[in-house]
Nanobody, 115 residues
Framework: QVQLVESGGGLVQPGGSLRLSCAAS????????MGWYRQAPGQQRELVAT???????SYADSVKGRFTISRDNAKNTMYLQMNDLKVEDTAVYYC?????????WGQGTQVTVSS
């Protein structure tokens, strides 16, 4: 199965930007969708952005116009560009892949937006 490792999280001020990376390794075949989810303490895990193979990206309403998902197939890496960050964006962000219909998750990376 594929292994997913997130990086790029950290502390940023409101209005700032951050780019998260998700590196895929191991067996990378059979993946037809990848995306980003996030979970704040005491909250449900929610979808942030997804992209299926051959499809257009989809975004949660709360991040539309601010976040951009992209993939570099040559590097087996997915990115989440996060602009105009808000305090409400504070969460652990998880990389997700659907591999042969099974969900694969990274370990998560903490994003904290605070002044």
């Amino acid at each position: 199965q594929v292994q997913l490792v997130e990086s790029g999280g950290g502390l940023v001020q409101p209005g700032g930007s951050l780019r998260l990376s998700c590196a895929a390794s191991g067996n990378i075949f059979g993946i037809d969708a990848m995306g980003w989810y996030r979970q704040a303490p005491g909250q449900q895990r929610e979808l942030v952005a997804t992209k299926t193979n051959g499809g257009s990206p989809s975004y949660a309403d709360s991040v539309k116009g601010r976040f951009t998902i992209s993939r570099d197939n040559a590097k087996n890496t997915m990115y989440l560009q996060m602009n105009d960050l808000k305090v409400e964006d504070t969460a652990v962000y998880y990389c997700h892949a659907r591999q042969w219909g099974i969900s694969r998750w990274g370990q998560g990376t903490q994003v904290t937006v605070s002044s």
